[in-house]
């Protein structure tokens, strides 16, 4: 017997070694992977834009970034740079912010403060860290904002029959009390086993939604514990979390009590697995379940509002993060003026980067050699552009923008499966920009080779029209093109840059550097010359080029 208890004790001491062990663990790797480039892993975006499906129908249409120009940027390969989140709230809340582009500073400068706060408060942010990983990443989490939005298909349908069943339990005890006479038990006997059959039979069904409720409990339990003062100081500094869960006070105490139930039964104990059958007979988990969906029912606006409000504090953290990532950054400066001064600014997605300075007061035209830098660049102004109003962050020295909408035309592909053409998609976008330009915001579009889909006499004529539109609306169009006739014809709307490059040891080197002008180089052949194509080739193509 003592050689029995000393093994009982051994295992009990060694869970409890491992288990702080393994928390350490956790926290060293935490405090290792802050400020480091996120590592490579599989993203299902489709799950983890369930939250912007949802909340994008309440964000106004000059705050969201369209599908097109979300695409044209890689904005999914920018938010995996950004991305350092802990739970799923903290990855879909990301996801969502990125979408959106505030139109005032007011929203900046809180979030600002809270990147402020956990860049300075390295154990706090680790603990809060640790807090959040408890919610994890599971792929059935992310359903969560669209279950929250359809909770009455998460209904148990003909409640009232097992209200009526548990009162029928109740009232077969009277008899037995009332008469004295223990025979009377048998009918107690026999509504337990109507009952607990009846639990049985249900219970198949009642575990499919039991991830959904410990996703609910465990965001208002996130909640809870950030907003205890005692063991954070975050509260007592943005007072938003402890007013967001307060709501939920009664609900989170019966999804306690729920769970406990659940988390015995499952713990593969044969005692607790018994009691559970036991238990079952009074149904009480169908009916706990059932006011659970209708309280968040009444609450689902709450609700909504504390997941965002933790998942903002899971992004900040992530952010903070991002920012430590990056070779330098800063915080934008924003000013009334239609004006773009850009220093030092580059591209987040490449490692080595070649940075830019320019000054832009007015629409432009960026001319340049094939490869020598022109969409990289107008894709580097636009995420910053991006990046500055939804997480006051840029990738530049210096910054100073409008708050302005950014629209794109880039990435543009033929589309057999509705018959449409390059030229036919192009002018579709085109348009779209055109209609998404209004009085209210000033529009940035960004337009990599317009019109390329024609031919050069109808490209001039039709680009030269578009681009003289845009010039005398609401909007700053940078546009990269190797028309140089283009910035002939609009020599006095649009401003001019350019990049080049220059040959080397019969290499082409290119510098990446954006000078202000027009370009006078063309390397279209000696590209191909470069790479190896066939001598005759390059000596006819050459030839014809001299004509």
Same mark, same amino acid.
């Given at each position: ?57 309440? =964000?106004?249409? @000059? ?24 739970? $799923? ?20 400068? #809180?979030? *600002? ?82 009952? =607990? ?20 409990? #465990? ?30 006070? #009664? ?24 009691? @559970?059958?036991?238990?079952?007979? $009074? ?28 998942? *903002? ?20 400066? $924003? ?112 337009? @990599? ?27 700053? +169009? ?16 649009? @401003? ?20 202000? #002008? ?22 006819? +193509? ?6």
């Amino acid at each position: 017997m003592p050689y029995i208890a000393g093994v009982i004790i051994f295992i009990i001491i060694s869970n409890i070694v491992n288990h702080r062990k393994s928390k350490v663990r956790h926290r060293q790797k935490i405090r290792r992977l802050y400020g480091q480039k996120p590592k490579k892993r599989d993203y299902d975006f489709k799950e983890i834009g369930y939250h912007w499906q949802v909340h994008k129908k309440d =964000v106004p249409e @000059d705050e969201k970034i369209d599908d097109i120009s979300w695409n044209d940027l890689e904005m999914d390969k920018v938010y995996q740079r950004i991305n350092n989140c802990r739970s $799923f709230i903290g990855d879909q809340v990301l996801y969502s912010k990125l979408h959106c582009l505030p139109m005032d500073s007011l929203y900046g400068q #809180g979030f *600002e403060k809270k990147l402020s706060f956990f860049a300075a408060n390295a154990k706090e942010r680790e603990e809060l860290q640790v807090l959040f990983s408890h919610l994890g990443k599971d792929s059935q989490s992310y359903h969560l904002p669209k279950s929250i939005e359809q909770l009455d298909k998460h209904k148990i349908p003909s409640i009232w029959l097992y209200r009526a069943l548990q009162l029928g339990l109740i009232l077969s005890f009277l008899p037995a009390l009332v008469l004295n006479n223990s025979s009377y038990m048998y009918l107690t006997l026999v509504v337990s086993v109507i009952n =607990v059959a009846t639990y049985t039979i249900g219970k198949v069904k009642f575990e499919a939604n039991l991830n959904l409720l410990r996703n609910i409990l #465990g965001i208002i339990a996130t909640g809870r514990t950030l907003a205890n003062t005692k063991k954070f100081t975050y509260e007592k500094e943005f007072e938003d979390i402890g007013r967001l869960v307060k709501p939920f006070k #009664g609900i989170s105490f019966i999804m306690g009590l729920f769970q406990m139930k659940k988390d015995a039964a499952l713990s593969g104990d044969m005692l607790a697995i018994l009691s @559970d059958y036991l238990l079952g007979g $009074f149904l009480l988990d169908f009916t706990l379940y059932h006011r659970i969906i209708k309280g968040l029912e009444a609450r689902r606006g709450e609700f909504t509002d504390l997941y965002m409000g933790l998942g *903002e504090v899971d992004m900040a953290i992530s952010v903070a993060s991002f920012r430590e990532s990056l070779p330098k950054y800063c915080t934008p400066s $924003f000013t009334r003026d239609h004006v773009l001064d850009l220093k030092g600014i580059y591209h987040p997605l490449i490692d080595d980067p070649v940075c830019n300075t320019v000054t832009m007061d007015k629409s432009t035209i960026i001319t340049g050699s094939n490869a020598s830098g022109k969409s990289t660049f107008i894709k580097a102004v636009a995420i910053n552009a991006i990046l500055a109003q939804n997480i006051n962050t840029c990738m530049a020295q210096e910054m100073k923008i409008p708050y302005a909408k950014i629209i794109t035309s880039m990435a543009i592909r033929d589309d057999l499966m509705v018959g449409e053409s390059y030229y036919i998609r192009e002018i579709k976008y085109l348009k779209r920009i055109i209609e998404n330009i209004s009085e209210d915001r000033l529009v940035i579009c960004l337009i @990599d080779e317009i019109l390329r889909g024609t031919n050069t006499v109808e490209r001039l004529a039709a680009s030269s029209s578009v681009l003289t539109f845009l010039s005398s609306k609401n909007c700053i +169009a940078i546009v990269a093109s190797h028309d140089i006739e283009l910035t002939q014809i609009l020599s006095s709307l649009y @401003d001019n840059y350019y990049f080049t490059e220059k040959m080397q040891d019969k290499d082409i080197i290119f510098d990446y550097k954006i000078r202000k #002008g027009v370009s006078s180089s063309r390397n279209a052949i000696s590209l191909l010359e470069h790479i190896g194509f066939p001598e005759q080739i390059i000596k006819d +193509a050459k030839r014809m080029v001299k004509g």
